[in-house]
């Protein structure tokens, strides 16, 4: 289990997203509740089709397991697809503060 290809940048793009608003962009989103329910709404989502995805009884989409962790939770889910989807809606949603900040 080497984790690098999918884990460490998985890992990374949560780190850099956090970083980027607690250095530079000081939107205050992730102190909004508006924000974490809009999470709960995402995964809401993205846990049935993910799952669908990626359930090891006929999978459409097929991770190296050496690439990975190898955590599946729920429905046989990497772990590091919650990571990357946190970073880049986080990401996204930081953006868009920030710019209508700028207005």
């Known amino acids: ?13 949560v780190v850099v997203v956090c970083a980027l608003e607690f250095t530079l962009l000081h939107t205050g989103l992730l ?4 924000y974490w329910l809009s999470m709960v709404i995402i ?13 090891r009884s006929a999978p459409i989409v097929i ?7 190898g ?3 729920p429905f046989d889910i990497p772990v590091e697809d919650f990571l990357f989807g946190f970073a880049l809606a986080t990401a ?5 503060e920030r710019q209508r900040a700028d207005r």
Not at 31 to 34: C, E, I, L, Q, V
Request: glycine share 8%; no cysteine.
């Open 71 to 73: 955590v599946r939770f």
């Open 1 to 13: 289990m080497t984790g690098l290809g999918y884990t460490v940048p998985a890992i990374l793009a």
């Open 43 to 55: 995964l809401g989502f993205q846990i049935p089709v993910d799952g669908w995805l990626t359930k």
């Open 92 to 96: 996204v949603l930081l953006l868009w």
């Open 31 to 34: 102190r909004r509740p508006a």
């Open 63 to 69: 991770y190296d397991e050496q690439q990975t962790s």
